[in-house]
T-cell receptor, first 109, second 116 residues
Framework: KNEVEQSPQNLTAQEGEFITINCSYS?????LHWLQQHPGGGIVSLFM???GKKKHGRLIATINIQEKHSSLHITASHPRDSAVYIC???????????FGKGTTLSVSS | DTEVTQTPKHLVMGMTNKKSLKCEQH?????MYWYKQKAKKPPELMFV???????INESVPSRFSPECPNSSLLNLHLHALQPEDSALYLC???????????????FGPGTRLTVL
């Protein structure tokens, strides 16, 4: 069964702190997505990874295929980063996203 | 145009009403999806359309009826809903219905549905 596990469930930080959210996934998942959802809002795709590392602004996503683990890092966190971050996987065969339960991040100034 | 649009943004309906949700994308994507999201939960897949044909129906009750009139449009027809159907309904699209690394999904802003 394809599964995606995410941690921590909740995260609070002070503005400026370095944030890490972790995701582990099962065999059969070949691409990992990091998604962001602000309260009451739609979902924004931040990254899709099948290998290596991607960077966009203050956001960095990495994936270790051997360990089946991915991380999302936020450098110099800001209150506007407060949102739910969701890790999701897709298998080579399937089109549906398999979602983790999400990490609620709250950054205070 | 790299966005998925959804209308309406908010919808309140009674249990006897018939209404429709609309989703549109002009990115040439050939796979489109409906998800349902309850508060503080991840989205749950409802339907997948691949090349305008229904390819996945995740055992969704028949009071939800999807329709894909063309490659840019996806509708979700609602009839005789229950209060527990109140949720955020998200539409997404991807360039290909293939899995794995081809399947970056672009989400719309959602329709917030309340059933009274």
């Amino acid at each position: 069964k394809n599964e995606v596990e995410q941690s921590p469930q909740n995260l609070t930080a002070q503005e400026g702190e370095f944030i890490t959210i972790n995701c582990s996934y099962s065999v059969g998942i070949s691409a990992l997505h990091w998604l962001q959802q602000h309260p009451g809002g739609g979902i924004v795709s931040l990254f899709m990874l099948s290998s290596g590392k991607k960077k966009h602004g203050r956001l960095i996503a990495t994936i270790n295929i051997q360990e089946k683990h991915s991380s999302l890092h936020i450098t110099a966190s800001h209150p506007r980063d407060s949102a739910v971050y969701i890790c999701a996987g897709t298998s080579q065969a399937g089109t549906a996203l398999i979602f983790g339960k999400g990490t609620t991040l709250s950054v205070s100034s | 145009d790299t966005e998925v649009t959804q209308t309406p943004k908010h919808l309140v309906m009674g249990m006897t009403n018939k209404k429709s949700l609309k989703c549109e994308q002009h990115m040439g994507h050939r796979a489109m999806y409906w998800y349902k999201q309850k508060a503080k939960k991840p989205p749950e897949l409802m339907f997948v359309y691949s090349y305008e044909k229904l390819s996945i129906n995740e055992s969704v009750p028949s009071r939800f009826s999807p329709e894909c009139p063309n490659s840019s449009l996806l509708n979700l027809h609602l009839h005789a809903l229950q209060p527990e159907d109140s949720a955020l309904y998200l539409c997404a699209s991807s360039s290909s219905p293939a899995g794995g690394s081809y399947n970056e999904q672009f989400f719309g802003p959602g329709t917030r549905l309340t059933v009274l």
